[in-house]
């Protein structure tokens, strides 16, 4: 099923279509015209296509360092998971 979803990001209208959940495009819709125009605003910069790239540039940041904080919780977790099955191990050898 194609739906089309029309969207505003930063004074410029855009129809997407395909196989979208509309309240989830809207909601992505609206973080990129926030993030375009906290770029705008902290720049100074009118180009749309310059504060379009920076803001492209602030989204991979922050999904780079999502990506990294959960690989290092990941990490952390397995670490602390061998540990307790290193003390679980040496529990059951002592009881056997």
């Known amino acids: ?3 089309r979803v029309k969207v505003e990001i930063y004074g410029q209208s855009y129809t997407l279509s395909g196989d ?3 309240a989830y495009v809207q909601k992505l819709a609206r973080y990129v015209d926030e993030k375009m125009r906290a770029v705008a ?3 100074q910069t009118v180009d749309s ?5 920076l803001a ?3 989204l991979a940041d922050e ?3 999502r990506e990294h904080d959960t690989g290092h919780r990941d990490d952390a977790l397995r670490e602390r ?3 307790c099955l290193t003390i679980l191990e040496r529990a059951l050898k002592q009881t056997a």
Not at 49 to 53: E, F, G, S, T
């Open 1 to 3: 099923m194609s739906n």
């Open 20 to 22: 979208v959940d509309e």
């Open 41 to 43: 605003e902290a720049t």
């Open 49 to 53: 296509v310059r504060v379009a790239v």
């Open 56 to 58: 492209a540039m602030a």
């Open 63 to 65: 999904l780079h360092t």
């Open 81 to 83: 998971a061998q540990q």
